[in-house]
C-alpha cells in the first residue's frame, strides 16, 4: 500500500468518493443526502456603517456561527444579541434545527453565548494557538 497527498482532486478520485459515499450515506441515513453547505452573512449597521457582522453556514439541519464580530465602539449595546437571534430565527426557517459553533475559554464572548442559552458540549483543551477553546451548541426547535 501507498498514501500519496495529491494537489487536487482527480476525476478517478472523484468518481471513487462518489461510489463509495453513495453505499455508505445510504447506509448511514436510508438515503441520499445533499451534502452543500449554505453560506449566510448578516451585517448589523447603523446609520450606513457597519457595526457587526455574523457569518454562518447551514448544512442539512445544523448552522455553525463561524464569525462573529461587533464593532469595539457598539460592544454591550445589544448589537451581538441581535446579530444571533436574527440569525437563529432565519436558520429555523431554512429548516435548521441547531446551531453549533466555538470560542475561546474565558473570553467575553463565552459568557456572552451562555446568555443566548447555549450549552457547553465540548472542552477543546490545546486548540487554536495552543489556547483552549469551548464547543456551544442551542437547539432550535420544531
Ligand atoms: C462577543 C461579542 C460578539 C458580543 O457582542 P455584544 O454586542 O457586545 O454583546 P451584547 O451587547 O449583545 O450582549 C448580550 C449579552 O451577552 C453578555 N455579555 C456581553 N458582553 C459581556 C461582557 N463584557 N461581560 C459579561 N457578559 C457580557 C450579557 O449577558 C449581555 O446581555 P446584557 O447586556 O443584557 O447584560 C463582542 O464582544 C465581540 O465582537 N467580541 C470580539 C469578537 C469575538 O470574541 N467574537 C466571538 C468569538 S467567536
Known sequence: MRIS????????????????????NLEHYGKLPNWKEDRYLFQASDNNEIIGFLDCALLLGVAEVKQLIVAQSKRGQGVGKKLMTEMEKYMKGKGGHKVILSTGKGWVSEKFYESLGYFKIADLKDHFLHHDFVEFSKLLGK
Open 5 to 24: 497527498i495529491l494537489k487536487k482532486e482527480t476525476k478517478k478520485l472523484k468518481e471513487f468518493a462518489m461510489l463509495e459515499w453513495t453505499t455508505a
